[in-house]
């Protein structure tokens, strides 16, 4: 099968390429500049991705298109200046990408959201597919309005759209907050997270790729919007414990009411980073599980996922 990959040079991209070339399709990795070049791949220079970006040429004879580029979180948390950046790559430049690929016959269509477009936390209910939407930040705004230009692009078309909204991605070179913390452990900085007992969903990088390898077989998945998780939830404490595990140095860790940990990064202006450390955010993966029959690549259940994080780091 041959597979267009945008944003074939990032955490998810690089690994989504070097999984499905293993299953011996051909890849087209599609970069912005000559230094992201994935060695051993088709790599497709497309410069600054936008809406005058022509894909013509690099969708023929394409099955699937696989779109991850993306213009990820900015400092401007809520500025309406910074949604109008974001924008432009995240919903006019997929927009184009969408009609070209209909014009191409590409068969389907999958592109990687957020579940930031559902809303930043949760009160004891998880998040489910037919929820309304609340997205907080402008990269979330951003995400909903592309996928809003796309269900109207593919809608009574031959190609099919799959939708999934992520939440934070784990692995050895995530970027983002998981980056963050895999930085203080490095450095034997304390985090005051001990008291903290949320619930949050993540996503491990190999359980996101096999899903998304999933997706491309999977009739059922066909213009539907997946909420993916690794099927269980984790407190702040027990993911940087994982985060420790992946890294293989245990880290440092103290209680401090999470009131004061609220108080200060208000302070500071880390909104961000309190939504996402600090608040419940839980997702419920059930059409996953059940009507894909999806199964996690290490196939743990929570109990036995606890016990793997308690035991003492190599």
């Known amino acids: 099968m041959r597979i267009l990959v945008t944003g074939a040079s990032g955490f998810?991209?690089?690994?989504?390429?070097?999984?499905?070339?293993k299953q011996g399709h051909e890849i087209i990795s599609v970069v912005r500049d000559k230094t992201k070049c994935l060695?051993?791949?088709?790599?497709?220079?497309?410069?600054?991705i936008d809406k005058n970006t022509d894909w013509k040429l690099i969708?023929?004879?394409?099955?699937?298109?696989?779109?991850?580029?993306?213009?990820?979180h900015n400092n401007g948390y809520r500025s309406q200046h910074v949604l109008?950046?974001?924008?432009?790559?995240?919903?006019?430049?997929?927009?184009?990408?969408?009609?070209?690929?209909?014009?191409?016959?590409?068969k389907k269509f999958i592109f990687l959201s957020s579940i930031?477009?559902?809303?930043?936390?949760?009160?004891?209910?998880?998040?489910?597919?037919?929820d309304p939407l609340n997205p907080k930040t402008p990269y979330a705004k951003s995400k909903k309005e592309a996928e809003d230009v796309l269900k109207l692009a593919f809608k009574n078309t031959h190609t099919d759209l799959v939708v999934i909204r992520s939440p934070l991605i784990y692995g050895s070179d995530a970027p983002g907050n998981t980056k963050l913390i895999m930085n203080f452990i490095k450095k034997n900085i304390p985090l005051p997270f001990g008291a903290v007992s949320n619930k949050r969903s993540f996503i491990g990088i190999d359980n996101l790729i096999s899903i998304l390898e999933l997706c491309m077989h999977n009739e059922k998945a066909a213009n539907k919007v997946l909420l993916v998780s690794d099927g269980f939830d984790l407190s702040t404490k027990q993911f940087?414990?994982?985060?420790?595990?992946?890294?293989k140095k245990k880290p440092r860790i103290f209680n401090l009411h999470p009131k004061l940990i609220e108080f200060f990064l208000r302070?500071?202006?880390?909104?961000?980073?309190?939504?996402?450390?600090?608040?419940?955010?839980?997702?419920?993966?059930?059409f996953l599980f059940e009507d894909l029959d999806w199964k996690p690549v290490k196939p743990l259940s929570k109990d036995q996922f606890i016990k793997y994080l308690d035991k003492k780091n190599d």
């Open 59 to 72: 969708l023929k004879g394409v099955d699937t298109v696989f779109h991850l580029a993306a213009k990820a």
């Open 12 to 21: 998810v991209g690089k690994n989504l390429c070097y999984f499905l070339k």
């Open 84 to 106: 109008e950046e974001l924008r432009e790559i995240n919903v006019y430049s997929s927009k184009k990408l969408a009609y070209e690929s209909i014009d191409a016959n590409v």
């Open 240 to 247: 940087i414990n994982l985060v420790g595990k992946i890294i």
């Open 116 to 130: 930031g477009v559902n809303g930043s936390r949760t009160y004891g209910i998880p998040f489910s597919m037919n």
């Open 267 to 286: 302070i500071v202006g880390q909104k961000r980073i309190l939504d996402s450390l600090m608040f419940d955010l839980q997702i419920n993966s059930k």
């Open 39 to 48: 060695e051993g791949f088709q790599n497709y220079i497309i410069g600054p």
